[in-house]
């Protein structure tokens, strides 16, 4: 017994000798070139090495150093793959059989580059064989030991260590929507890769552990591992068993985006992520995943109008369960959840037959969403929103989905009611104040179905219905929508620009309708409303200060009718009332008919009765350039009122107006600066305020020398002395521009002077819209029989008489509408009264030459030569 100790101990010391001197004795260098020649043509690459060394103690094997694998040429002139050290460790006793069987490689410090260039082409595509086309079956199939062997086919390895590894991708190729990533090539950097594969196997699992760093950070911020396979010899991947766990640890996202040459690029945040996969796609395969970022803020590279704009600062987090049965392709998804800066929302359903014809039936729900942070987080999508639309609040948002691709169901609503929603003056929907859309919408072979669309805001409920078959090459639609009828109670509140309008009333039932193409489909539409108050607010006019004003409408009905073209919608309609009321001031009825085409609004014919009258004409509004015309026909109607309701020109005239009047302008320009007008107006049985011309007029004649009291006919008691000017007719011809209105004929027949009534006035001149101001010019024809009696009392005033033996008085009249002043054109007069007296003296001196030369009073002849006579002597 002790004799074969020793033995045993001898035999075990020669083999540790042996192990010890077998590397220094035994030079694997010789064999350098049949490994070579082994390897190279499996790679398809001239593979080389600096040397090779015999392992023993760390394990039976051998030692590569310096291992170097060519780039091909066409993507770099460096290497695809170098090596510190590569160790191949065999497996004894099939080695001691003369089989060759590698237990393990060890990869020290590799340093990998893989690269795609602008054609998609890797640069290790040139490594792998392309799989043979099928032989023609005439052809005998070629001995595949006669193929050079496979990479695979070279050693069968069981295990494989990376350490320290670095693998380097570069993407130079860039299509679809990668046209807008940044310029460069994408690259991304592995770095202090370590990994270990155990049990490398295709008939048994195999076992792997990977960690490294991403784009070279100083600790190693991901790890993958888990058990995969067994593969099996046919590599059927879908059919491969896995439990695989990947982990992220304060990955950066900006690293991430710049490597990869996003559109969008991180500034700034932090990923870590624990996602997980267990099972097998052609059985049951459960994942999960937790991934969650913290302070993220993106940036877009903008466009030609904006530079680059950034979001807020972003987190998210994304947490759920799903479960993939082979069996149906069914893949069900439990307890999945999207949270972005506290918005959540909860994805719950299942699909069947994923991967051929999917079926699913799913869920969103959250009862948290906050829109107006949302938005707010991304400038650069929101930014042609309005600056004055602001959201805040929380909303619920429910979404439920069941059918295929070609035949599915979204039922929707959307709960707004804890939300405050403005726009300006336009809207503002206080927290509290009920809000909510609700939709059920369905698809059936390219035919959308909507059954329910129903949108609720305060008391306003709008519900809709109808199809919309995209099969078409433009889109047909018959699409109906109607509203109940509602209070306009409150709605100041929700149209703030309606709150001074203090509007009151109700809108009875509204219905709308699309039917036809698209591109030109019928439009409708229809509304009434038996009762509708408003309050004007005040005006300020000549800085005063007016009273609100109430105003009714009364059987409101509007239809309309249109269509959709090239050109844009356009239509026809029509506006009815039954009456109303405007600041105590009673309507009649009211009709109008308009069209719409093009950018041009046309209110060919309108009517209302108003003012004891009729109100008719047309009008018609550019959109585009925002011109407009008016032209009102007064038929009989209160001209007081009417002047001091449609115009500046408060409490001027009295009687009743008829007349046309063409006006055109801009809605752009500021005040009347636009504004132009034309037109023909008469008022019959009128007064005209502020102003007694008889009584000016006498007043006047009472300034000039030898006519004082000349009009004064023992009727002064009659003569008006209120300011005003009463008349039977008036009749004037006007034209306005540049804010001044002229005058280019203004005529009163019939004044009242005295007891007479027969007298005119014809004026003309200018009147100054924004200062009121009057520059008229003309005369005052007394009536034949108060010229009579005046020049009777006073000859002279035969100088101012015409052909018809009137008195015809010129005079001005200046001042403002309030308070004009109407003076006599007193040269005027006093010349023609000179004039009368210088003749009547002439007349007297002939009658004195006659007697003393005797020359009868009969004698024509002889008077017509003293008459010339005199006259030249007076000319000269």
Known sequence: MKKALVAVAVVLLVLLVTAIIAPFVIDLNQYKGEILAKVRPAVNRDVDFDRIELTVLSGFGAELQGLKIPENPE?????????????????????????VQVSKLILKSPVVHIRRNAQGVFNFQDMVRPSEAPAEAEKPREPAG??????????????????????????????????????????????????????????????FDAQGSLFDEPHRNFRVFGQVGPIGEAMDFTKMPLNVTIKAD???????????????????????????????????????????????????????????????AISVKLDGKALYSAAGEKLDLQSTSLEINGSRLDVTGSAQNVLTKPVWKMAAKSDSLDPGALIRLFPMYTGKAPAELSFSGPAKLDIRSAGSPNDFSVEAGLDMNLMKIVYGEMFSKSEGVPFSLVSSIGMKEGIVGISTLELDLYNLALSGSGLVNLKQEVPVADIRIEAKPFSLQGWGAIVPML?????????GAVTAGIAG???????????????????????????????????????????ARGSTG????????????????????????????????????DVPQFSVAVFNGTISGSASYQTETKDWAFSPVFKAVDAGTAVDTLTSFKDVFQGTLSGDVRLRGNAAAEGLASLSAQGNVGIKNGKLNNVDLAQAIAEGFSALEGLSGALLTGQEEAVQRNRETAFDSLDARFEMARQTVHLTSFELANIRTGKST?????????????????????????????????????????????????????????????????????????????????????????????????????????????????NTIIKK
């Open 146 to 207: 006669e193929q050079p062997p496979s990479a695979l086919a070279v050693f069968g390895v069981g295990e494989l260590g990376i350490k320290d590894g670095t693998v380097v991708y570069e993407d130079e190729m860039i299509s679809g929507r990668e046209k807008e990533a940044q310029p460069g090539p994408k690259s991304v950097t592995v770095s202090r890769l370590d990994v270990s594969v155990e049990d490398m196997s295709l008939f048994e699992a195999v076992s």
């Open 517 to 559: 193409p698209l591109n030109k489909a019928a439009l409708s539409c229809s509304a009434s409303a038996e009762h509708i108050a408003l309050v004007l607010p005040p005006q300020e006019t000549q800085g005063e200060a007016q009273k609100p004003k109430k105003a009714a409408i009364e059987g409101l009905s509007l239809n």
């Open 566 to 601: 090239p050109d844009g919608i356009g239509g026809t309609g029509t506006l009815n009332a039954g009456g109303g009321s405007f600041d105590n001031i009673a309507l009649g009825r009211m009709a109008g008919d308009f069209r719409y085409a093009g950018s041009r609004l």
């Open 758 to 870: 027969d007298s005119l006035a014809r004026l003309k001149g200018d009147v100054a819209l924004e200062t009121r101001a009057l520059d008229l010019t003309g005369d005052v024809i007394l009536s034949e029989r108060h010229s009579a009696e005046l020049i009777k009392k006073t000859p002279a005033l035969n100088a101012l008489a015409d052909n018809k033996q009137r008195v015809v008085i010129p005079i001005t009249i200046t001042g403002n509408m309030t308070r004009p002043k109407v003076l006599l054109k007193s040269g005027e007069i006093s010349k023609a009264i000179a004039d009368y007296y210088a003749k009547k003296g002439i007349e007297k001196g002939v009658e004195k030459l006659k007697e003393r030369l005797g020359i009868p009073q009969s004698d024509k002849g002889s008077e017509k030569i003293i008459e010339d006579l005199f």
């Open 499 to 507: 709150a001074q309008y203090q509007p009151e009333g109700a809108i």
């Open 250 to 312: 304060s990955l950066s996202l900006q690293k991430l985006t710049e490597s990869l040459g996003l559109p969008v690029r991180a500034l700034s945040g932090k990923m870590n992520a624990y996602i997980s996969a267990a099972g097998a796609l052609d059985q049951n395969l459960d994942a999960s995943a937790n991934i969650a970022a913290d302070d993220l803020v993106l940036q877009t590279q903008g466009d030609g109008n904006t530079g680059p704009q950034k979001t807020g």
């Open 75 to 99: 993507f770099a002139s460096d290497n695809f793959v170098t090596l510190d050290s590569l160790q191949v460790r065999l497996k004894l006793l099939p080695l001691l059989k003369g089989e």
